[in-house]
């Protein structure tokens, strides 16, 4: 099995994207969506992004790589009558079965950026792009002080090194990488701008439930913990990631959860 494949869908993605609901929503009514768009929400999980974009009247097409969220996704869309919605499975790096130029939107908020050949990537969603359309992306910042970066950070620290080649997701929280990207798939650098953003993950439970939840279906994490037992090194990393999670709740009420999370937004317009 493809290994980006096998890490998403080894857990359920769908625990975790429960808490992102409100923020989802929230985005998509940034990205001046009309009824007549056509959307492709990449690397969509089970729709957090593309069930509100439909019900802002587009049609959307949600591409994951991971089987059990594309059928989490058409489940949520048939739930909620949403006929404008369909998911179906598709690599980032490869979406030869999808048309030139046939979406006038392509967003991808924490999901391509985890596709192993950024480059081809960057070329991919600007040759689904029509012109004029655009490219919307959420990518996590390496380094940055928020959760999910820290989250990412602490688990590699306890995974073995990534084979030769590697290139860190992370990288596409860095703006002149992603310029260089989208440079090489032909979009010149003026039409490439970015601002700083928040997402906030809101639970009906603790800080350590919420850790419990990325421990228990966050690929990434479980990767991680998976490591640290043979090393004998799991409670460590549990005392580090409980702390985490704990120490960056802001609400007030220690029995519910509300972390934010900051993010690069990537707009390019093609």
Sequence with gaps: MNPNQALWEKG??????????ESG???????????DMTILDLGCGDGTTALPEAKLGATVLGVDIARNLVDAGNRRANAEGLTNCTFQEGDACDLSDLNDQSFDLVVSIFGAMF??????????????????GRIVMGNWIPGDPTLVAQVLKISSAYTPPPPEG????????????VTERFEKAGIAKENITFLRDTFTFNAPYSPSEFFNTFKTYYGPTMNAFE??????????????????????????DTSTTSIPATFLRVMVQC
């Design 12 to 21: 359920d993605f769908t625990k975790v994207a429960a808490t992102m609901r």
């Design 115 to 132: 596709a192993p050949k950024p480059f081809d990537v960057a070329k991919e969603m600007v040759r689904v792009t029509r012109p004029g």
């Design 227 to 252: 490591a640290a037992e043979k090393n004998g090194k799991a409670l460590e990393l549990d005392q580090e990631l409980d702390a985490l999670f704990n120490s960056q709740n802001k609400s007030p």
């Design 25 to 35: 929503t929230a985005l998509v009514a940034q990205l001046e969506i009309t009824k």
């Design 166 to 177: 590697f290139l860190s997701p992370m990288l596409w929280g860095i703006e002149s990488h």
